[in-house]
């Protein structure tokens, strides 16, 4: 697998919820940490959340408390709950290895847009 497929983005009122996907391989979720990363219009792009083969995670401070980033290793799937999502979280998601090098790129992302 070239690169992670995301998918799970959409529309939704501040305060609501999604929950992103991430279609990863074997490969990469048993040797690598898995991450979610996010891009906003005009912004760099920015770390979210990462998770170890054995479940430990980190958040970056915009996000802890509100998102929680899991796996399931049986389906090579990588998840990321959003809950009460705010305008400013409005962006493409992605997902990839921490640190970057375990994929060629990028994959399409997912956009996620939070209106007021």
């Known amino acids: 697998q070239v690169q992670p497929v995301e998918s799970g983005g959409g529309s939704v009122p501040s305060g609501g919820s999604l929950r992103l996907s991430c279609s990863t391989s074997?490969?990469?979720?048993?040797?690598?940490?898995m991450a979610w990363y996010r891009q906003a219009p005009g912004k760099e792009r920015e770390f979210l959340a990462r998770?170890?083969?054995?479940?430990?995670?980190w958040y970056a401070d915009s996000v802890k408390g509100r998102f929680i980033i899991s796996t399931d290793s049986a389906k090579n799937t990588v998840f990321l709950e959003m809950n009460d999502l705010k305008p400013e979280d409005t962006a493409v998601y992605y997902c990839?290895?921490?640190?970057?090098?375990?994929?060629?790129?990028w994959g399409q992302g997912t956009q996620v847009t939070v209106s007021s």
């Open positions: 990839n290895t921490w640190p970057l090098g375990g994929y060629r790129g």
């Open positions: 074997e490969a990469i979720l048993s040797r690598r940490l």
């Open positions: 998770i170890t083969e054995g479940g430990l995670t």
